[in-house]
C-alpha cells in the first residue's frame, strides 16, 4: 500500500472528494475572525435541533471535559450565538484570512508595527488556529485543496508556527526547571544565592515580548490547535499525502509529545501511528524520534515516550490506549523477524515488560485489548536462542553424520573396485586352470 492508499483519519466521512467535485467557493470576509455577521443570524431552531447542533459544536472544539461541562451550562442564546459563529468562521474566510495572520505572528518585526498588530485584530493567536481548523474539517476539499497549494503554501506556513511555539514551549520548561532547581538550591542554602536563571536569553526575551505584544495565546494551547488542524488536513487522501512527504512537519509532531497535555500526547500518538501504518511510513517515523533522541537528548530512542507511558500524575485512559497502539504498530509492523525481535528489545531495556505485567489487571477494556495484542505477538527471545542452539547443534550432528556416510560410501567404493580386481584375478586363474585341464585331457587320451 503506497502512500496514496492511504487510510484517512477524524471525523470527515471519506478520503477523497466523493460527489462534492469542484465546486466554487465564494469567500464573503467578515473583516476578521471573531467580527459580526455581515446580515442578521437565523432563527434559533428549537431545544432539541440546538442541542443536536451544539453538542457537534463542542466535539469540533476537542475541549478539555471540564470547559465542555462549563458551556453546556450556556443558556440557549449563548448556545445559538456559538454555533452561528462556527458558521460564519467555516465558510466565510479564504485561507490567506488565517496564513496572513499566521506569518504575521512569525514575523519577528511585527509586534513594532502598528499596521500588523492591527490586522491580527484583537482575536488571539489560539483563537485563530481554532477558526483555521474548523475550517479545515468542515469545509469542502476544494478549500483545504486551496489553503495546500503551491501560493499559498499552509503546510509550510502551519509547520513553521508549530515550530515556533514548540521553541517556546521548550524555553518555558527549561525556564521553569530552572526555577525550580534555583529555589530548591535556595532552600538548601538558607536563600543565601543570587537569582541568576541564565537560560532567560535576549532572543528568548524578544521572542516573549513578541508574543506579547501580538496578543498570542498559550503556546502549549497553540500547540494542540496546531496538532488538530494537521489532523483535519490528514483527513483526506490529498493533506495526508502532502504531511507523508513533509519530514520536518512529521518530526514538529512527534516533538509535541512532549506537550503536558495527555489529551494533545494522545492525538499526537494517533497521527503518528496513521503514518505509521503506511508504506514506507514506519522508517519516518523511527526517523522521526531518532531527531526527538537528539533534540530532547534521550540516551535511548522512545525514552521520554515511555517515561510518560509509566510515570504519569493521572491515569488518562485515552492517552495510555493510544500510546499502547502505537508501540504495537511499531513493534509488530514490520516483517522482519530480526528487526522486530530489536524493536522490541528497545521497549524491553524501558521496562516495557513488567510494566505490562502491572497493567493486565487494569478494568479498561480497550487497555487490555491493546496489552494482549502486544503480548499475542511477542517473540520469546529466550526461546527463540534455545531453538536456534537446538538448530545449530541437529546440523552439527547432520555434518557429523554425512562426513561419516562420506567415508562409509568411500571405502564401499574401495572395496568393490577391490572386489572386482579380485573377480578379474580369480576368473583369470580359472581360465587358466581350464585350460591346463583340457591340455591335461588331450594327454591322456594320446
Known sequence: MGSGDSKCIGERGGCGEGA????????????????????????????????RRFTKVLASMDLPPDKAKLLRQYDDVKKWDMICDQERVSVKDPPCHY?????????????????????VGESTSTQVLRDLEISLRTNHIEWVREFLNEEN??????????????????????LRESLEAEEEEKSILNGHIKNSVEIDSPRMKRASRHVQKLKMGDSKDDIHVCIMCLRAIMNNKYGFNLVFEHREAISSIALSLNHRSLRTKALVLELLAAICLVKGGHEIILNAFDNFKDVCVETQRFQILMSYFSNYECFHIEFMVACMQFINIVVHSVEDMNFRVHLQYEFTKLGLDEYLEKLRHHESEEL??????????????AALMEDS????????????????????????????????????????ELAEMQRDKHHLEAVHTQ
Open 389 to 428: 542452539e537446538t538448530k545449530t547443534a541437529a546440523l552439527e550432528r547432520v555434518a557429523q553424520l554425512e562426513d561419516e556416510l562420506a567415508h562409509v560410501l568411500e571405502r564401499m567404493s574401495e572395496m568393490e573396485s577391490e572386489s572386482l580386481a579380485k573377480l578379474v584375478e580369480l576368473e583369470g
Open 20 to 51: 462534492m467535485g469542484r465546486n466554487n467557493v465564494v469567500y464573503t470576509s467578515t473583516g476578521g475572525g471573531g467580527g459580526p455577521l455581515t446580515k442578521d443570524k437565523l432563527p434559533m431552531p428549537d431545544h432539541q435541533e440546538l442541542d
Open 99 to 119: 496564513l496572513n495572520k499566521l506569518k504575521t505572528y512569525l514575523d519577528p518585526k511585527a509586534s513594532r508595527s502598528s499596521r500588523k498588530r492591527k490586522m
Open 153 to 174: 503554501q499552509g503546510l509550510d506556513v502551519l509547520v513553521d508556527y508549530l515550530t515556533f511555539r514548540l521553541m517556546m514551549l521548550r524555553h518555558e520548561q527549561r
Open 368 to 381: 487490555q485489548i491493546q496489552i494482549s495484542a502486544y503480548l499475542d505477538n511477542v517473540f520469546d527471545v
